[in-house]
């Protein structure tokens, strides 16, 4: 037998044939918490509202917007958790809908750059035309948002750690507390100095602040799409450790991509020495590919391929 496939965890047993759709997502230890956030951001959104329209702060509505699209996009985060934790269809996705918690975050960015784009032109038009603000009743508006944001933030600070789609959330929450600080700054300058232009420069450091952090997730996002290697995987080591077992003479079409975060996935063709090819050799060089690897790398799935000598030059280039 010239070629064999292993599935399994890496470092975790020699098991075979795990299916895609069994192991949750990262994502789905944080349901809970995602919940709570929503129900959060839907009272603060309601309060910054009322505060936006009897002070007549741009600031605090500005903060509102960042409160809206947290609660667009946490909802959106754990429609993406719902769909990607749904078992996996054999016949068309085979890894189910995982990648819906990726692209939930990047819509999350989408989402804050509109935001952000229309807090920085009505901010400059404030600018040109401030418009009177209340100092003491926006102060008051500004902490409750701001113990409200920093409820959210501790009860996702782990998970964005570890999961793109929450960090996605974690990163409007963040958003808005800092927001919440401008709108409690802004309004201090005007209650002791009575400089209104203290709010649009509030709203406009808002706005800037939200596009460093934005763009960043956007490129973890699309580097997840665009399949290339995880950061922490390092792909010549994987081909190194890999190289260094017994009787492998070369590996080829190896690579690694991610599906959704703490889902990394390998695959790699692995030329051995004949006398290996048997049935004994073949299974003892399964377990030490998963040896090797399981003991440095953290791969969800992996998949080996034992093959002789010469076999890769009959290999169709639609197979590589």
């Given at each position: 037998?010239?070629?064999?496939?292993?599935?399994?965890?890496?470092?975790?047993?020699?098991?075979?044939?795990?299916?895609?759709?069994?192991?949750?997502?990262?994502?789905a230890?944080?349901?809970?918490?995602?919940?709570?956030?929503?129900?959060?951001?839907?009272?603060?959104?309601?309060?910054?509202?009322?505060?936006?329209?009897?002070?007549?702060?741009?600031?605090?509505l500005?903060?509102?917007?960042?409160?809206?699209?947290?609660?667009?996009?946490?909802?959106?985060?754990l429609?993406?958790?719902?769909?990607?934790?749904?078992?996996?269809?054999?016949?068309?996705?085979?890894?189910?809908?995982?990648?819906?918690?990726?692209?939930?975050?990047?819509?999350?960015?989408?989402?804050?750059?509109?935001?952000?784009g229309?807090?920085?032109?009505?901010?400059?038009?404030r600018?040109?035309?401030?418009?009177?603000?209340?100092?003491?009743?926006?102060?008051?508006?500004?902490?409750?948002?701001?113990?409200?944001?920093?409820?959210?933030?501790?009860?996702?600070?782990r998970?964005?750690?570890?999961?793109?789609?929450?960090?996605?959330?974690?990163?409007?929450?963040?958003?808005?507390?800092?927001?919440?600080?401008?709108?409690?700054?802004?309004?201090?300058?005007?209650?002791?100095?009575?400089?209104?232009?203290?709010?649009?420069?509030?709203?406009?450091?808002?706005?800037?602040?939200?596009?460093?952090?934005?763009?960043?997730?956007?490129?973890?996002?699309?580097?997840?799409?665009?399949?290339?290697?995880?950061?922490?995987?390092?792909?010549?080591?994987?081909?190194?450790?890999i190289?260094?077992?017994?009787?492998?003479?070369?590996?080829?079409?190896?690579?690694?991509?991610?599906?959704?975060?703490?889902?990394?996935?390998?695959?790699?063709?692995?030329?051995?020495?004949?006398?290996?090819?048997?049935?004994?050799?073949?299974?003892?060089?399964?377990?030490?590919?998963?040896?090797?690897?399981?003991?440095?790398?953290?791969?969800?799935?992996?998949?080996f391929?034992?093959?002789?000598?010469?076999?890769?030059?009959?290999e169709?280039?639609?197979?590589?």
């Amino acid at each position: 037998m010239g070629a064999g496939h292993d599935h399994g965890r890496l470092g975790h047993g020699h098991g075979h044939g795990h299916g895609h759709g069994a192991r949750e997502t990262r994502g789905a230890a944080y349901r809970g918490r995602l919940w709570v956030a929503l129900g959060i951001a839907a009272l603060l959104l309601v309060g910054q509202m009322v505060g936006a329209w009897v002070t007549g702060s741009l600031a605090l509505l500005a903060d509102a917007g960042h409160v809206a699209t947290d609660a667009v996009g946490i909802g959106m985060a754990l429609a993406a958790i719902h769909f990607a934790n749904r078992p996996a269809d054999s016949e068309r996705r085979t890894f189910g809908m995982a990648r819906l918690e990726i692209l939930a975050a990047l819509v999350n960015c989408l989402l804050l750059l509109g935001v952000g784009g229309y807090i920085l032109v009505e901010s400059i038009s404030r600018l040109r035309e401030p418009t009177e603000v209340p100092g003491a009743t926006t102060i008051v508006f500004g902490v409750v948002g701001l113990a409200l944001n920093c409820l959210s933030l501790a009860l996702l600070m782990r998970g964005q750690r570890e999961n793109l789609n929450v960090r996605g959330a974690f990163l409007e929450v963040l958003a808005d507390a800092l927001g919440s600080v401008a709108v409690i700054a802004a309004a201090l300058v005007i209650l002791l100095t009575g400089w209104q232009r203290a709010d649009p420069v509030a709203s406009l450091l808002i706005a800037l602040m939200i596009v460093p952090r934005t763009v960043k997730l956007a490129r973890e996002a699309l580097e997840v799409l665009l399949e290339s290697a995880p950061r922490d995987v390092r792909v010549a080591e994987v081909r190194d450790h890999i190289l260094e077992l017994p009787g492998v003479e070369g590996v080829h079409d190896l690579h690694v991509w991610t599906i959704t975060s703490g889902m990394p996935v390998l695959t790699a063709h692995v030329v051995v020495s004949p006398e290996l090819l048997d049935e004994v050799g073949h299974e003892q060089t399964l377990h030490e590919l998963q040896a090797c690897l399981g003991g440095h790398f953290e791969v969800a799935h992996c998949t080996f391929q034992l093959e002789p000598s010469g076999h890769a030059a009959h290999e169709s280039g639609l197979c590589h």
